[in-house]
């Protein structure tokens, strides 16, 4: 058998040593923030007029020990897994994990937040997953913000899937994508008997709109390897697919007899989205009024709906909130955060085919109909 000379040797290893240090270089150095104080209580503003931000950050810190050490010993095995079993490189060199008491959803994946106590609506509260389900969430959020990254100019080459339908943002595309990968990578982190009980549990179903989808469509289907990755998946899926098709804005029909455009008090009878809105007594931007044949309706917004939020970004005047809109609106959609019936929730405006005069939506034959999700509130509990 040939040897190979040492100084042959030592260059093999030395490159070896350089290109397993490339790669290591690719995952962001990532930080636990749970001193972000100013967030929390930007998030919150009229709960922090009464009460104390710094007091909740100091709980958030008397509970987050256990979700400290899990990421001290899995953090870069889950970082690798999401980006070998993506196909997608995390393109940013750092940046935190915001830790807080209080959100209004489960998390957040840009900026990735993770609420410790839960979920506060109003008065009401929604306790926050614990355990292997709070590990379950941080992963997930982890996935939502690998993905982001794909509209991001630097993502290069990956630019070609962030135009797929399935990776516009919103609880049934994009989210279901994050949500196959965040399984994946939880049951070998967590196990597999412990993903599955959060994934089928209670409160995943409450706030997890798409999971009927996922179930039907990529659970047990789409199989990821570093051979077949989520990328590879999406790139393959067709256009024309029935998962795509179960995604799509709400089809039209022409209606038998024509009719005037109505006129709605307070809409212009011209505009893009049809909606209006006013501040509350909270200070919050609620839809006042909007039009069933316009776009906002056909994408899921309703009269009375607070906005919180578009693109995870607070909004707080109307101006604000069409900027924030037509920041994306073309390029994959604008996710608004909502409060409806004490429920926080996602709509994703989009475009959509414009209609003539007297045609109406067909709201019976929407295929992506699901059933609302359950509105039942747990108070978190002090440990």
Known sequence: MKRIPFLTALLLLVCASLANAQYESTLPRVTIN?????????????????????SDMRWVRRHDSALVAFWGVWGDSILTTLQTLGGIQWVEPAFDIYLVRWFPTVGEGEPAILPMGGMK????????PSGAGQQFNLI????????????????GVYLSIADHPLMRPGPRRRDNAALLLTVVTAQAVI?????????????????????????????????????????????????????????????????????????????????QFGFTVEINESN??????????????????????????????????????????????????????????????????QPIPELAPGDEY?????????PPPDDSLAEPQDR
């Open 34 to 54: 749970d001193r972000a104080v100013n967030l929390q209580r930007s998030l919150y503003p009229d709960y922090y007029h009464s009460h104390s931000a710094r």
């Open 191 to 271: 196990g597999l008997d412990s993903t599955y009980d959060v994934l089928n549990s209670a409160f995943w179903a409450r706030h997890l709109p798409g999971k009927p989808l996922f179930d039907k469509y990529l659970l047990g289907q789409w199989i990821l390897s570093e051979d077949h990755t989520l990328a590879d998946w999406i790139a393959a899926e067709p256009l024309s697919s029935e998962l795509v098709r179960m995604t799509r804005p709400p089809r039209i029909r022409k209606p038998t007899t024509t009719r005037p455009v109505a006129f709605i008090e307070s809409i212009p009878p011209k505009g």
């Open 284 to 349: 919050r931007l609620v839809v006042k009024a909007i039009d069933p044949a316009r776009v906002a309706y056909a994408n899921g917004l309703r009269e009375g709906d607070v906005i919180l939020a578009v693109n995870g970004r607070r909004v707080r005047t109307m101006k604000d909130l069409i900027e924030r809109i037509f920041e994306t609106y073309e390029n994959g959609g604008a996710t608004l955060t909502v409060i409806r019936n004490d429920i926080t929730t996602y709509v994703v405006l």
């Open 362 to 370: 067909d709201w019976e034959q929407q295929i992506d109909s699901l």
């Open 121 to 128: 609506h109003g008065g009401l509260n929604e306790a926050a």
């Open 140 to 155: 997930f959020q982890l996935s939502r913000r690998l993905l982001a990254q794909t509209v991001r100019p630097e993502a």
